[in-house]
């Protein structure tokens, strides 16, 4: 372990905070116990970590990368939003809590061969005891305030990377910066299209926990459906189990009743239920290591499907499954929103909605892309080239979403009026393999008949 010479920043006070006499501050400064951290905890992703650094220390031999975890932002006034690390900031350390703003990895240039030394520059815990307030003054990091941070020697226990105090970082020459860099922040997207098997097994918990949070919001339908913000209602259940089981959900949850259904992100979530109506959920729990699942299921608020609901659910429906069935290695990315599209115009043309088949005029009725990749960021790597991602192949070990819908506006006046309002999307998360694709979410019911079971199941119960 290392570090430089510690300044005391200023404080982070409060226009409300009382004055610290000297007598006070003698005395905060006196009399604490030791309170190290256990000497055998290790951040989760300890051990694969290395790997990735090395992957991203081949594609900029010999240049000094810095990845930032981010910074605080202001919510309002004093009050600052909670803090995630940036995701390729998580994914290169394995650090992922509240305690990691400001905090920088610098990928070091070491030896003759181009690579790398992996550097934590980063705020340590409050030395207390000689003359530094921050731990009971600072509103934004002291310890009193908002929590223990690792001292040095503890944070490099826990991740293996040497860490040195932050205020080293301004006497750094310059590096390339992912904050500001595109090709670095391209890179390290690119670098995380495929997961390893921690990963996976980390989406798969997120996924479980989802499914978990899906069955709390069928039985909280009786008292949702009497409540005049029903869809507040179960977004409120949901996020109880996410806050329970992981870190929150990964993304603002959508609970869209009725015609609020065909907002592709309706997350404004102050409507009332209507049993006659359907109910688009859309939620991921995201876990403590920050891998969110993203599932979608459209349930009918009464329990049972009407005819014309159940007539557009299975188009969806038969549409999902054309898209899952062309997930395989070497097919391209855009193959399983094509083929979900085919048989969404086919039946809307079927249905004589559209005339025919042929073009994009389906569009109107399902506007947006049919999936996307998925992992520490719920629309994961998007920062990858088109090349390699949008326009690219498919690889054993990338998770993915195929989640078609259909989405009729209650003003079109294309439609016939018994669809006009409904909104319908069926969303799972998969992961390719050797042969195929695995459905990872595959616990949700997705047919008509077995969504209907299972709510009856569960409300029963």
């Known amino acids: 372990m290392s570090g430089t010479p510690h300044r005391v920043p200023p404080l982070h006070t409060g226009s409300h905070d009382l004055p610290v006499s000297p007598e006070l501050a003698a005395f905060m400064g006196a009399d604490w116990a030791a309170g190290p951290l256990p000497g055998d905890v290790r951040v989760p992703a300890c051990a694969v970590t290395p790997a990735r650094r090395a992957r991203l220390s081949a594609r900029f031999p010999g240049e000094r990368l810095l990845v930032p975890a981010g910074e605080l932002r202001v919510r309002s006034n004093d009050c600052d939003h909670r803090f995630r690390p940036h995701s390729a900031y998580a994914w290169l350390t394995g650090l992922t809590g509240e305690d990691q703003p400001g905090h920088v990895l610098v990928m070091e240039p070491s030896g003759p061969g181009g690579g790398h030394e992996a550097v934590l520059y980063l705020r340590p815990r409050s030395v207390r005891g000689e003359g530094d307030d921050e731990f009971y003054r600072d509103r934004r990091y002291g310890e009193f305030w908002v929590g223990r941070r690792a001292d040095l020697a503890e944070a490099e226990r826990l991740t293996g990377i040497r860490c040195v105090h932050l205020d080293g970082l301004g006497l750094l020459p310059p590096g390339r910066d992912a904050a500001t860099d595109p090709e670095l ?240 999307r069926i969303e799972d998360d998969l992961v390719v393999t050797a042969d195929g694709a695995r459905l990872m979410s595959g616990a949700l019911p997705r047919t008509p008949d077995a969504v209907e079971e299972w709510m009856g199941a569960l409300l029963e119960g």
Request: charged share 25%.
């Open 185 to 424: 922040a391209t890179a390290l997207a690119e670098l995380r299209l495929v997961k390893d098997a921690w990963e996976i097994g980390q989406l798969q918990r997120a996924v479980d926990h989802t499914t978990a949070g899906f069955e709390d919001v069928v039985r909280a339908l009786p008292r949702a459906l009497a409540h005049p913000r029903g869809e507040r209602w179960i977004e409120g259940v949901f996020g109880l189990r996410a806050r329970l089981e992981g870190n929150g959900t990964g993304y603002e949850t959508i609970a869209a009743s009725g015609a609020h259904a065909c907002v592709l992100h309706w997350i404004r979530n102050d409507g009332r239920l209507d049993p006659s109506e359907l109910l688009l959920f859309d939620a991921g729990v995201e876990t403590d290591t920050l891998y969110t699942a993203d599932i979608t299921r459209t349930l009918p608020l009464s329990g049972r499907f009407s005819p014309v609901q159940r007539q557009v659910y299975e188009l969806v429906l038969a549409a999902q499954e054309a898209g899952m069935a062309a997930l395989r290695p070497g097919a391209r990315f855009r193959d399983f929103h094509r083929a979900g599209m085919r048989v969404i115009a086919e039946g809307l043309a079927d249905w004589g909605v559209l005339k025919h088949a042929e073009g994009d005029f389906h569009r109107r009725y399902t506007l947006c892309s049919s999936g996307h990749m998925l992992g520490l960021d719920v629309h994961d790597c998007a920062r990858a080239r088109a090349e390699v991602y949008l326009d690219g192949v498919l690889e054993e070990g990338q998770v993915l979403t195929v989640e078609p819908g259909l989405y009729f506006q209650p003003d079109d006046e294309t439609l016939p009026a018994e669809l006009r309002g409904i909104g319908v």
